[in-house]
């Protein structure tokens, strides 16, 4: 499965009614040798912003989740683990930056 069909069963999950942690493990379990229904458990609590929270948006949590245990079994070491990890939220940051300046200048934009 390519990263495009990941993305897109990610989606499917979250419309299936898992939370965003669980729709981004899950998506990518298989990756790291962890089987669907487990990594549905492990991720149940980081959803609503960990655990209802409404804090780090469960997206990131499962993807560094994932990011996490793809870096152990690669044998890295806590610090490197971290670095690789820590790209995650900025990557999301960045993303939904650009995406709420897009829908800003469409709310500005004028009708013609």
């Known amino acids: 499965m ?37 990594m549905f458990q492990l991720a149940s609590g980081f959803g609503a912003g960990m655990g209802g929270m409404k804090a780090t948006c469960g997206a990131v949590s499962g993807a560094i989740m994932v990011a996490g245990m793809m870096a152990q079994q690669k044998g890295y070491n806590k610090a490197e683990t971290y670095k690789v990890c820590s790209q995650i939220p900025k990557m999301f940051e960045e993303k939904n930056e650009k995406k709420k300046k897009m829908e800003n200048k469409e709310k500005s934009a004028p009708i013609v």
């Open 2 to 38: 390519d990263n495009k069909e990941r993305i897109k069963k990610s989606g499917e999950n979250h419309l299936k009614g898992f939370n965003c942690a669980q729709s981004i493990a899950c998506a990518y379990s298989d990756l790291v040798g962890v089987d669907e229904k487990t």
